[in-house]
T-cell receptor
Framework: EPEVTQTPSHQVTQMGQEVILRCVPI?????FYWYRQILGQKVEFLVS????????KSEIFDDQFSVERPDGSNFTLKIRSTKLEDSAMYFC???????????FGPGTRLTVT | GEDVEQSLFLSVREGDSSVINCTYT??????LYWYKQEPGAGLQLLTY?????DMKQDQRLTVLLNKKDKHLSLRIADTQTGDSAIYFC??????????????FGQGTTLQVKP
């Protein structure tokens, strides 16, 4: 059964460094999402992406964040200059056109020291 | 505003039924979902219900929706130890400016005792 994959599973970085989190959505899906879950808190929506552009973003998704679909399979989240409070589990999700189910990857745990 | 609330913890004995409850505030939500998260794993979609339905059954899972009270529940029949996990309720919005983003509750930890 096709699934969303994410790499790396765990990323440790120093404050101020740039990180890129990678996702490979399910191949025939056209809608892509990033969410994050700070330890002990709710899963929060960051951004949705469709047709090579951001379709919706939350207040959390400020200028430090960007997303890209650099080729036909990868979907990336870049954090330009990481802060301690960016430490969280980051989930990628994807959805087919016309469907209502979002399928999630296993997540990347980002630790900013 | 958009808000989803769940109780944090539920403990049941193996073989009993589990009922996990969720309330939401925004009546314009279009779909409501239940996701399961096992330790160290991602979010697994269990089931979802369209907001104009009041019940959906899928094997051991029954979803009940009371739209008037904005209350959603997930019943797991014959709960097994493998059902131990965190269960998340979520709502989504589809419209001209909404692309189906999910708003999650804080998750209910289900503990199943043998």
């Amino acid at each position: 059964e096709p699934e969303v994959t994410q790499t790396p599973s765990h990323q440790v970085t120093q404050m101020g460094q740039e990180v890129i989190l990678r996702c490979v959505p399910i191949s025939n899906h056209l809608y892509f999402y990033w969410y994050r879950q700070i330890l002990g808190q709710k899963v929060e929506f960051l951004v949705s992406f469709y047709n090579n552009e951001i379709s919706e973003k939350s207040e959390i998704f400020d200028d430090q964040f960007s997303v890209e679909r650099p080729d036909g399979s990868n979907f990336t989240l870049k954090i330009r200059s990481t802060k301690l409070e960016d430490s969280a589990m980051y989930f990628c999700a994807s959805k087919k056109q016309g469907a209502y189910e979002q399928y999630f990857g296993p997540g990347t745990r980002l630790t900013v020291t | 505003g958009e808000d989803v609330e769940q109780s944090l913890f539920l403990s049941v004995r193996e073989g009993d039924s589990s009922v996990i409850n969720c309330t939401y505030t925004d009546s314009s939500s279009t779909y409501l979902y239940w996701y399961k998260q096992e330790p160290g794993a991602g979010l697994q979609l269990l089931t979802y219900i369209f907001s104009n339905m009041d019940m959906k059954q899928d094997q051991r899972l029954t979803v009940l929706l009371n739209k008037k009270d904005k209350h959603l529940s997930l019943r797991i029949a014959d709960t097994q130890t493998g059902d131990s996990a965190i269960y998340f309720c979520a709502e989504s919005f589809y419209g001209s400016s909404n692309t189906g983003k999910l708003i999650f509750g804080q998750g209910t930890t289900l503990q199943v005792k043998p």
